[in-house]
């Protein structure tokens, strides 16, 4: 949105959040802030960026920052210590755990957002010098199952395609994959694709996503059943001899015994479309698609990983990829688009627990190259604990000590609430945050480490497709907040290790990374950065984006595998695998009889400790819901806008009811984003099962059993202020930012009276450092409503509105007010009345984020004549950046058209 700004001193960097890994221009604004812009010449995006990158340069401020280290006092209380300190408590801590229960009786959980030399001094710290490999990451949570599928079929977790390919493809098949919201720059270049050479893209998702919304074939395919669906393709392939036999006898091996067991779960039409809840016509009719495009492109993502048969469904799309020969050819391949930032990253350096480095295994031979190169004393000979099994580790007890980095496990991991039940009786808990407060530091953390942010870090990150990029610093690091790798080299230090862990820049960590990539591989293993062992500082510092595999002499760009075979398999050959018959773990019943579906919304990311600090990205979803279809609303006695009781065997959240046709019939749609930091009762994976893949370890959180029932509140309002406020816990209540403060979402059975209470209390009438303050009320108590405004300073600083439930008060015109710096008498008049004041037009709810226009301007520019996607965009931007809020333009123009304003 902005204009690339590429005047010094604009830093090169990399965005943090998705795996697509869009390059970013930073300018800093000099006064802790910065300009950001997409970076015309990084190769992931061409300048362009999503909402939530576009939005980076609100998020940058310090407020919630963890800023020095932090110990807990004997009393329980959290106080400031020195660095010195908190490292030595650490490693002495870590130490005696070992000493006495032995070293898989310690863990570190990592995160897809570390970068990949604090990955890499991480693992090498647990697995060489602890002697364990209890190092998982939240990546488990996200891609887990793609590289078991990957190594099933590859021998090796390779992404064989690259980005070019989505500009090339004919066909573009998205599984479980909603990237219009979740990968919106690929989106944005697959639909570029489709107007410019006619491609053609299949969606096929249980949700009617917004990616659904622009396909040209959608399958809405039962919960479960992508391997029902494509097993059922290679039998198509099979029939209609769609196969590459060349291909299948050079370079494959076990096609005979996958298609058997394909033909046993897929033997004819009427049975595939009774297991995928499909049509025969739609499913024929994306048979005949693939059959007929060899440039076909299938990219999955967390529909498909997050499964407990995910590593299964991901094969069954592979196995069609390996038949056809449709691999490491332009336009074509399988594609597993990573979720997070630097997943890619961690896997290279071996930070899932049943890895080891540099894309090695735990076959004795690897170990002892691992160990050599490390010179390592106590190397772990056997695959750690992964994440779900961590976690259930340290609830019974067998973990006693746990350092968790730059994830919020207390709210991600399936069944969270028995997360943050079992991090409360751990003997040693250290965190490295950036944040003071979140639900993991909260569960008892012993140790607060600070880590620099982004902005502040420096190193590298891997995208989908592969790609190294910078993420470099244009900010001063604050407080004495350090890098993870630092952290980690330091307790190193002070357990023995210190020569190991010399480092004296991140440049030294990439360089033996790089090392160890090569080191005895002579093309026997993918990941290999080898050319990149040497460079010396100077060009680590301007490394321009680089796809692996680099070989020594050169670094290569674009390159694809498997085209003409090369597997990394011992024969050298892929292997086609027979998936299990596809079932679901859980299945529904009497008490339970829906399935709970869990993913993200458009604007958010994770557990919104960043995205959540944008006002403008805060207000197309401003609080938890559950999408429900009409039917099931109708069936349960739930209305849209009304709340709700999601329950399922591990938890319970009471979310806002959201009535969608896009959700199937008996499926309950969760966004995963709301913690207890941002909401009262509403974290999603409080109620998602821990079943497990067998293979990935990755957690089904796609499907478990879930029952809904309405609930009642009297009374409903909202708070603006300018710091978030407390509310008790009676109320249900979810937190936003919006412009100048914290927006309050309220429900409650409590009397307008109490509130009445509580808002002079909350807007602070009684502080005499703010007497000045002037105060407007309104209570019509039999009515049920009571408005307070505080105003201070010629503008609206608080205010806190609640009324009965069945015509509650709007916030958008008090919400412009509130965001107004300066109030004439007429607009201050018009507070209590929650009426739009004149020359403060309300938005209604944000649908384009890039430019921050809301829904009430879009209806009016209709009204005007504005009537389509393109004239929206050149009166208001609306949907000209990233593009994620194209599918929900054309929805309001097309709901305007049916009923006008
Ligand atoms: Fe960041 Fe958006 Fe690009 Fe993903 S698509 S890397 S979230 S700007």
Same mark, same amino acid.
């Given at each position: 949105?902005?204009?690339?700004?590429?005047?010094?001193?604009?830093?090169?960097?990399?965005?943090p959040?998705?795996?697509?890994?869009?390059?970013?221009?930073?300018?800093?604004?000099?006064?802790?802030?910065?300009?950001?812009?997409?970076?015309?010449?990084?190769?992931?995006?061409?300048?362009?960026?999503?909402?939530?990158?576009?939005?980076?340069?609100?998020?940058?401020?310090l407020?919630s920052r963890l800023l020095h280290p932090m110990l807990r006092q004997d009393d329980g209380t959290l106080a400031r210590t020195d660095w010195d300190t908190a490292l030595t408590s650490v490693a002495e801590g870590f130490a005696r755990i070992i000493e006495r229960d032995g070293p898989d009786a310690v863990a570190f959980y990592l995160s897809g957002q570390l970068l990949t030399e604090d990955y890499y001094v991480a693992n090498k710290l647990m697995k060489g010098f602890l002697g364990s490999a209890n190092v998982d990451t939240n990546?488990?949570?996200?891609?887990?199952?793609?590289?078991?599928?990957?190594?099933?079929?590859?021998?090796?977790?390779?992404?064989?395609?690259?980005?070019?390919?989505?500009?090339?493809?004919?066909?573009?098949?998205?599984?479980?994959?909603?990237?219009?919201?979740?990968?919106?720059?690929?989106?944005?270049?697959?639909?570029?694709?489709?107007?410019?050479?006619?491609?053609?893209?299949?969606?096929?998702?249980?949700?009617?996503?917004?990616?659904?919304?622009?396909?040209?074939?959608?399958?809405?395919?039962?919960?479960?059943?992508?391997?029902?669906?494509?097993?059922?393709?290679?039998?198509?392939?099979?029939?209609?001899?769609?196969?590459?036999?060349?291909?299948?006898?050079?370079?494959?091996?076990?096609?005979?015994?996958?298609?058997?067991?394909?033909?046993?779960?897929?033997?004819?039409?009427?049975?595939?479309?009774?297991?995928?809840?499909?049509?025969?016509?739609?499913?024929?009719?994306?048979?005949?698609?693939?059959?007929?495009?060899?440039?076909?492109?299938?990219?999955?993502?967390? %529909?498909?990983?997050?499964?407990?048969?995910?590593?299964?469904?991901?094969?069954?799309?592979?196995?069609?990829?390996?038949?056809?020969?449709?691999?490491?050819?332009?336009?074509?391949?399988?594609?597993?688009?990573?979720?997070?930032?630097n997943?890619?990253g961690g896997?290279?350096v071996g930070g899932l627990a049943?890895?080891?480095a540099?894309?090695?295994?735990?076959?004795?031979?690897?170990?002892?190259?691992v160990?050599?190169f490390w010179d390592a004393p106590r190397m772990a000979?056997?695959?750690g604990l992964?994440a779900?099994?961590m976690f259930?580790a340290i609830?019974?007890g067998k973990i006693k000590a746990l350092w968790v980095m730059a994830t919020n496990p207390a709210?991600?991991?399936?069944?969270?609430?028995?997360v943050r039940?079992a991090l409360g009786k751990i003997e040693l808990f250290v965190v490295s945050e950036n944040v003071t407060s979140n639900d993991t530091v909260n569960s008892g953390a012993h140790v607060l480490l600070p880590a620099t942010a982004w902005g502040e870090k420096d190193g590298t990150v891997?995208?989908?497709?592969?790609?190294?990029?910078?993420q470099?610093p244009?900010l001063a690091t604050p407080g004495e907040a350090k890098p993870d790798w630092w952290m980690v080299s330091q307790v190193a230090r002070r357990m023995g290790y210190g020569c190991a862990f010399a480092y004296e820049s991140v440049a030294d960590i990439f360089r033996e990374h790089?090392?160890l990539?090569?080191?005895?591989?002579?093309?026997?293993?993918?990941?290999?950065? %080898?050319?990149?062992?040497?460079?010396?500082d100077?060009?680590?510092?301007?490394?321009?984006?680089?796809?692996?595999?680099?070989?020594?002499?050169?670094?290569?760009?674009?390159?694809?595998?498997?085209?003409?075979?090369?597997?990394?398999?011992?024969?050298?050959?892929?292997?086609?695998?027979?998936?299990?018959?596809?079932?679901?773990?859980?299945?529904?019943?009497?008490?339970?009889?829906?399935?709970?579906?869990?993913?993200?919304?458009?604007?958010?990311?994770?557990?919104?400790t960043r995205?959540?600090?944008?006002?403008?990205?805060?207000?197309?979803?401003?609080?938890?819901?559950?999408?429900?279809?009409?039917?099931?609303?109708? %069936?349960?006695?739930?209305?849209?806008?009304?709340?709700?009781?999601?329950?399922?065997?591990?938890?319970?959240?009471?979310?806002?009811?959201?009535?969608?046709?896009?959700?199937?019939?008996?499926?309950?749609?969760?966004?995963?984003?709301?913690?207890?930091?941002?909401?009262?009762?509403?974290?999603?994976?409080?109620?998602?099962?821990?079943?497990?893949?067998?293979?990935?370890?990755?957690?089904?959180?796609?499907?478990?059993?879930?029952?809904?029932?309405?609930?009642?509140?009297?009374?409903?309002?909202?708070?603006?202020?300018?710091?978030?406020?407390?509310?008790?816990?009676?109320?249900?209540?979810?937190?936003?930012?919006?412009?100048?403060?914290?927006?309050?979402?309220?429900?409650?059975?409590?009397?307008?009276?109490?509130?009445?209470?509580?808002?002079?209390?909350?807007?602070?009438?009684?502080?005499?450092?703010?007497?000045?303050?002037?105060?407007?009320?309104?209570?019509?108590?039999?009515?049920?409503?009571?408005?307070?405004?505080?105003?201070?300073?010629?503008?609206?600083?608080?205010?806190?509105?609640?009324?009965?439930?069945?015509?509650?008060?709007?916030?958008?015109?008090?919400?412009?007010?509130?965001?107004?710096?300066?109030?004439?008498?007429?607009?201050?008049?018009?507070?209590?009345?929650?009426?739009?004041?004149?020359?403060?037009?309300?938005?209604?709810?944000?649908?384009?984020?890039?430019?921050?226009?809301?829904?009430?301007?879009?209806?009016?520019?209709?009204?005007?004549?504005?009537?389509?996607?393109?004239?929206?965009?050149?009166?208001?931007?609306?949907?000209?950046?990233? %593009?994620?809020?194209?599918?929900?333009?054309?929805?309001?123009?097309?709901?305007?058209?049916?009923?006008?304003?």
């Open positions: 949105m902005n204009a690339p700004d590429l005047r010094p001193p604009a830093v090169r960097t990399a965005c959040y998705c795996g697509v890994g869009c390059g970013v221009l930073a300018a800093p604004d000099g006064r802790g802030g910065a300009t950001i812009a997409g970076d015309p010449a990084h190769p992931a995006n061409f300048g362009r960026l999503c909402s939530k990158g576009s939005a980076l340069g609100a998020t940058l401020g407020d990546s488990r949570l996200c891609m887990a199952s793609s590289v078991a599928g990957h190594r099933r079929a590859f021998g090796a977790d390779t992404v064989p395609g690259v980005y070019a390919d989505l500009d090339e493809a004919d066909l573009i098949v998205l599984v479980g994959s909603n990237v219009a919201w979740c990968h919106p720059v690929l989106f944005q270049r697959m639909q570029k694709n489709r107007r410019e050479r006619g491609a053609k893209i299949v969606v096929i998702d249980p949700r009617r996503t917004a990616t659904a919304e622009d396909a040209d074939l959608f399958l809405s395919i039962a919960p479960g059943m992508d391997t029902a669906l494509f097993s059922g393709l290679l039998v198509h392939l099979a029939d209609t001899n769609a196969l590459d036999d060349r291909y299948i006898d050079a370079h494959t091996s076990g096609f005979e015994n996958a298609l058997a067991q394909a033909r046993a779960i897929a033997p004819n039409m009427a049975t595939i479309a009774r297991r995928t809840g499909l049509f025969v016509g739609d499913v024929l009719k994306f048979y005949e698609l693939f059959a007929a495009n060899s440039r076909v492109v299938t990219c999955f993502s967390q %529909g498909v990983n997050q499964s407990a048969q995910g590593t299964d469904k991901v094969n069954a799309i592979i196995n069609c990829h390996l038949a056809t020969g449709r691999i490491g050819k332009p336009g074509m391949g399988p594609f597993s688009l990573t979720g997070q930032p997943a890619m896997r290279e049943n890895q080891l540099a894309h090695m295994n735990f076959t004795p031979i690897e170990v002892d190259r160990r050599r000979t056997r695959e992964k779900v099994d259930d609830a019974v709210v991600s991991l399936p069944r969270s609430g028995a039940e891997t995208n989908s497709e592969r790609r190294i990029s910078r470099r244009f790089a090392a990539s090569a080191f005895e591989n002579g093309g026997t293993r993918d990941f290999d950065v %080898g050319a990149l062992s040497g460079i010396d100077a060009a680590f510092d301007a490394l321009d984006p680089v796809q692996w595999p680099s070989h020594a002499g050169q670094p290569s760009q674009d390159t694809r595998f498997f085209a003409a075979g090369g597997f990394f398999t011992p024969d050298r050959k892929a292997r086609f695998v027979a998936p299990e018959m596809p079932t679901l773990r859980d299945a529904i019943g009497a008490e339970f009889p829906f399935i709970l579906n869990t993913g993200r919304v458009r604007d958010q990311w994770h557990t919104m995205t959540g600090l944008s006002p403008r990205l805060g207000l197309h979803a401003p609080e938890p819901f559950v999408e429900i279809h009409q039917q099931d609303a109708d %069936g349960a006695g739930l209305t849209d806008g009304g709340f709700a009781r999601v329950a399922t065997a591990h938890g319970s959240g009471i979310f806002r009811v959201a009535v969608s046709a896009g959700q199937q019939p008996g499926s309950l749609f969760v966004p995963i984003h709301w913690s207890g930091e941002t909401a009262s009762c509403s974290r999603a994976c409080d109620l998602v099962a821990p079943n497990t893949d067998p293979h990935s370890g990755q957690p089904e959180a796609k499907a478990t059993p879930a029952a809904i029932a309405p609930i009642a509140f009297a009374y409903q309002g909202f708070a603006l202020t300018r710091r978030p406020i407390a509310l008790p816990t009676e109320a249900w209540w979810t937190r936003v930012a919006v412009t100048g403060g914290t927006g309050t979402l309220i429900a409650s059975n409590e009397q307008p009276e109490t509130w009445r209470e509580r808002a002079l209390a909350l807007l602070h009438k009684s502080e005499p450092a703010i007497e000045q303050a002037e105060f407007a009320e309104y209570l019509d108590a039999r009515r049920g409503i009571v408005r307070v405004a505080a105003f201070r300073d010629g503008r609206l600083d608080g205010a806190l509105f609640i009324g009965p439930a069945d015509a509650p008060p709007r916030w958008d015109a008090v919400k412009a007010l509130f965001e107004a710096e300066a109030l004439a008498d007429p607009q201050r008049r018009m507070a209590l009345s929650g009426r739009a004041a004149d020359g403060l037009a309300e938005t209604g709810p944000v649908i384009c984020a890039c430019f921050g226009v809301g829904r009430a301007a879009i209806r009016r520019a209709i009204g005007e004549g504005h009537a389509s996607v393109e004239k929206i965009g050149a009166a208001l931007r609306a949907g000209t950046n990233c %593009g994620s809020c194209v599918p929900e333009l054309k929805r309001i123009i097309h709901e305007h058209v049916a009923q006008p304003v």
